[in-house]
Structures are given as C-alpha cells and as structure tokens.
C-alpha cells in the first residue's frame, strides 16, 4: 500500500545557512575555547582600536602599544605612563597580578585567531569610550569572547559625544554591540544605555556588604562621579543577573543605574555611563582632561580596579565566571527561544523559522526539522563553553513531534541529540526521539551533560525522516543552566 504524503510548507524567506563544520570566521570565532588562564591571572586588553584618543580624550594607560611596559616596565607613579587611563593601569601593574596590553589604533578586535591580541589571549577587554562601530566581525568575536567566560568592562559617556563627528557617539556604538549582533541581540546583557547627557552629580552605591564590585581587594565604592554622562536601563525580564551597583540621585530599581554588572553565558559584563571617573587628569599634551580619578568626593579608582578584578574571574558574585574552576548559575544558550531567528545556532536552511505551518510554544520563531515526507535530514546545534568548576549542567528544551505515520513500533523517522568536540567527534548521544514519541503539544525533555564540564561542545539535534509519510520535529524554549 503506498504511503499518502503530508508535504511541509517551508519558509521562502531567505534564512542564513550554516554548516556544523563549515570553515570562517563566524564559526571559528563561535567554537573558540574559553580563554586560558596565564602563570599571571589576569589578563586585560584595553581597546585604542575605535578612536579612543579623538578630540580632547586620551583613554589609553600609555602611549606605548600594544606592550606598555616598553615605555617604563617598573612603573611606580601615574606618570611613568602616558595616557589619562594610566593610573588605572599603574595601579594593576604594581600589584603583580596583572598582564596589560593595548589594542592599538588600526587594528581588529577578534576571537580565535592567532594574533597575540587576539581576545582569546585575555580574560577581560576594556572599551573605554568607544567612537567608531565595531564591524560585524568584531562584534561576533566580543559577544563569543564573554558568552564563553570572558569578561567586558563598557565604558559610555553621554549622547552627544561624538569626539570625531562620524555620527556615532558611545551610546549609539554601544547599543549596536548589543542590539545588532549575530550571536545574541534579544537584549542579552540586561540592559540598554540611556540616551542622555547629565551634567553632573555624585551617584551613590547601594548598600550591599556581599557584592565584590562594591567591596573588594581595592577598597570599599561609596559614590561615583558623573560630569557629562549618561545612565542605562535595567531588563531584569531579558537577563535576571542584571544589576545596578550606583544610581543616580533621585533613582533606584531598573532606572538611573549610573553603574551596573550582568553575565552572558559564562562570561561577565559591567558598564559605567562616563568616562570623567576613570580619567586621571594627565595625558597626552592637548587633550583637555579631568581628574575624575582622585576626585575626593567619590571612590572611581576602587570601583574600576575591583571591577576589573571581578571580570577577570576574581571574587564571587551572582554573575558568570571567567576563572578556571569557577562556576555560577547561569543559562549559557544565546538565541535560546529562536527570538532572533537565524543567530547564534548553525542550521539547515529554513529549520529556524515563523512559519504558521507549526506553532511556536512562545514567541514567533522555533525550530522544526523534517516534516517533508520523503528521505531528508536537518541538523541544528551551537557550541557552547560549560564552566570547569560545574557540577551541574542541564540541557533542556520542549519538544513536539507530529507524524502521519501509524506505526506503533517501527521507528522510521528519528532525532539524535549529540554532543561532539570541536573536532566534530561524537562524545555522546543523550538522547533520541521517533515518530513513535508523537503526541499533542510540547513536552519538555533534558539531558545531563556535567559530565562534559571544562569542555566547548557542540549539541547537536540531526532529524532524519524515511521515504515517506512525515514526521515533524519542533523544537522552542531551549536551556543550558549551569551552577
């Protein structure tokens, strides 16, 4: 008896195509290991890369780069080095706990590649003010950088500052980081920068004896200062370990947070909405600076050096670690409800998709394999960097699966989930599904994977459908929670 056909209506709409294997940056950059932690501990890579130095700034810690230490390599005072970031960097050096290097101007940001400043290199990047977008690459590679154990301190000043007039101030380049990326743009640190420019002001920390940021190795944060600059916005709702540490006079909650910190995947984030507290007052000659630094009316060089620390994986704290052996909770997945379509996952074409032909559990977007009723095979997955300090991982996501086949033994049409190397070997099959597991509905469904802690693996989903008779295989709503 032949076998009646139920064809699926696939999208016709152009999605990007991705290949598990496939060679490029994008991938490279996507399974790039967690950045490997040095005889020194903490590695930071300032950026004078996206005109950091235009107009009247000097964000740099000196003017020799990428390597500092060229231009003294046993400073003991600010001015041993050149830039009005050079207090900061001082003060890191002279602990002994710290290597520091420059991006220099003319350069590229990237992750996985073979450049000694490659963001691999390091445990945390500093983009003090920023005035030039990132490219897509470059964007790729620091949302990859922290969504696999790296830290990102974000530097704002206010609208407005646009120090070398090609229409982009901090505020813009910042929130195109994390608006307009191809790894996670739902939102996925928590925040977005507010469009404002406020004179001046002394924001006040909270009162939180626990935090490390606000209580560390460098001292205790009471205030900070703002002359000319901006607050961010809190969406505790898209990312729930965003937090505000210092508010502007006047505001609390998710509003005015003049300083705040948040994870993505296992990585750290803190952001500061001005650029005076971490400007030392000298530079290089011409620059009109401010020595927000030693300003008596605020504690800047303990909020930035304790920030820093904490990016770097030291201290604890309800954010993702970048330290060997560490592990906070966290849900390392980017794109994990499909929200922004074809990112971060590497899919056959068309399976991420709105399309009303299927229903998605949440949202517009989910993922669908097979379902065409003759031999065909999608695959879906991301790599993702489970923290080495984990005792818990689970994978979960929810799952239906409709089929025309009546069988109630044979399985003809099956989805494999696998976790491979960033080789491509299987290291295991956690599961696999068939159309005799159909039924109405989603149905959640979770692997254990623990067992692959320390590791950057790749889960994989592969559907394979027989000669006829369809099987669909909708996934939406997935998870990779870790503590």
């Known amino acids: 008896m032949l076998r009646s056909i139920k ?15 496939t060679t490029g940056a994008a991938v490279q950059a996507t399974t790039a290991a967690t950045p490997a932690h040095a005889a020194t501990p903490h590695r930071v890579l300032f950026d004078n890369a996206h005109a950091e130095t235009a107009g009247n700034a000097d964000w740099i810690i000196s003017t020799s ?5 060229g231009q003294d390599s046993s400073p003991s005072v600010e001015t041993d080095w050149t830039g009005a970031l050079s207090s900061w960097g001082v003060a890191l050096q002279k602990t002994g706990d710290y290597s520091l290097k420059t991006l220099p101007s003319g350069s590229s940001l990237s992750y996985g590649g073979s450049s000694s400043t490659d963001l ?27 969504k696999n154990g790296g830290g990102l301190f974000m530097i704002s000043d206010h609208t407005g500052s646009d120090r070398n007039n090609d229409g982009a101030d901090a505020v813009k380049i910042l929130n195109d980081l994390m608006t307009n990326n ?29 935090d490390p940021v606000l209580h560390g190795s460098f001292g205790t944060v009471t205030k900070s200062l703002i002359a000319n600059g901006t607050t961010a916005t809190l969406k505790p709702s898209d990312n729930s370990s965003v937090k505000g540490l210092v508010y502007r006079s006047g505001y609390s909650g998710n509003t005015g947070a003049f300083f705040l910190t948040s994870t993505f995947g296992s990585g750290r984030v803190a952001f500061w909405g001005d650029s005076s507290p971490i400007d030392d007052g000298t530079g290089q000659s011409g ?14 060089a303990a909020l930035a050096l304790n920030a820093t620390a904490w990016l770097a994986g030291g201290g604890s704290s309800t954010g993702g670690g970048g330290g060997t052996g560490t592990c906070t909770a966290a849900q390392l997945l980017g794109n994990n409800g499909f929200e922004s379509g074809a990112t971060t996952w590497s899919a056959s074409s068309g399976v991420i998709t709105n399309s009303s032909s299927e229903s998605p559990r949440t949202g517009s977007y989910y993922a669908w ?70 039924g109405s509905g989603y149905t959640q469904r979770s692997a254990n994977l623990a067992s692959y802690a320390g590791q950057t693996v790749t889960l994989k989903f592969t559907g394979t459908e027989g000669s006829s008779l369809q099987t669909s295989f909708v996934i939406d709503d997935s998870a990779l929670n870790v503590s």
């Open 120 to 146: 691999s290199n390091f445990d945390t990047l500093v983009l003090p003010e920023p005035n030039t977008l990132f490219t897509t690459a470059e964007k790729t590679a620091i949302m990859n950088f922290v």
């Open 65 to 69: 780069q990428p390597d500092p230490l």
């Open 182 to 210: 191809s790894v996670d743009s739902t939102d996925p640190f928590g925040f977005s920068i507010d469009s404002l420019n406020i004179a001046s002001g002394y924001p006040a920390a909270i009162s939180d004896s626990t």
């Open 7 to 21: 064809a699926r209506h696939r999208l016709t709409t152009a999605l990007a195509v991705f290949g598990l294997l």
């Open 369 to 438: 394999l097979d379902g065409y009723g003759s031999a065909h095979t999608d695959t879906l997955s991301q790599s993702v960097t489970i923290p080495s300090g984990c005792t818990s991982a689970t994978f979960s996501f929810y799952l239906h699966i409709d089929t025309a086949e009546t069988t109630t033994s044979t399985a003809y049409d099956t989805l494999k989930l696998q976790v491979l190397n960033s080789s491509g070997t299987v290291l295991g099959t956690p599961a696999t599904y068939s159309n005799l597991n159909a």
């Open 287 to 300: 620059n009109t600076l401010y020595d927000g630094w030693n300003d008596s009316g605020a504690t800047n």
